[in-house]
């Protein structure tokens, strides 16, 4: 088991791994829109949100060695679903292997995200 860190991506603010890798897989947390450089909270709305998780995520992937090409599952968490349609423009345009996925709304998230998503992925 190895412990993924990336300086591109929000640091943990919880006593986890931003993602672990395990036998040519890797399991990342979630990621919601913070800015790496600022801590804060991407301005926009769900689209612009969605943008800033998915570039966490894919600087996480990096750091583990991977991609999103090579993701197999992601886990999509929506605190309203009247965005569905608008989040999964923005995510169609960067799966486009069309991995499974999950996609729930929630209550709430950290920090007042509007999303969060986290992704199983293969080793390349």
């Known amino acids: 088991m190895e412990i993924i860190t ?14 672990i890798t395990v036998n040519g897989t890797i399991y990342t947390s979630g990621q919601i829109p913070l800015v790496p450089e600022t801590g804060k909270m991407t301005e926009g709305g ?5 943008i800033q ?12 060695g991977s991609d999103l090409a090579h993701v197999v599952k992601t886990t999509c968490f929506l605190t309203d679903m009247e965005n569905f349609a608008a989040f999964n423009e ?9 991995p499974a996925r999950s996609c729930v709304a929630v209550l709430a998230l950290p920090r007042g995200a509007q999303v969060e998503i986290e992704a199983v992925a293969e080793k390349i």
Not at 6 to 19: C, L, T, V
Not at 46 to 50: C, L, R, S
Not at 53 to 64: G, P, S
């Open 6 to 19: 990336s300086k591109d991506a929000p640091a943990a603010i919880g006593q986890y791994s931003q993602a």
């Open 46 to 50: 769900i689209k612009e949100q969605t």
């Open 53 to 64: 998780a998915i570039n966490n995520l894919k600087a996480v992937l990096t750091a583990a």
């Open 90 to 98: 923005v995510y169609a345009g960067y799966f486009t292997a069309k």
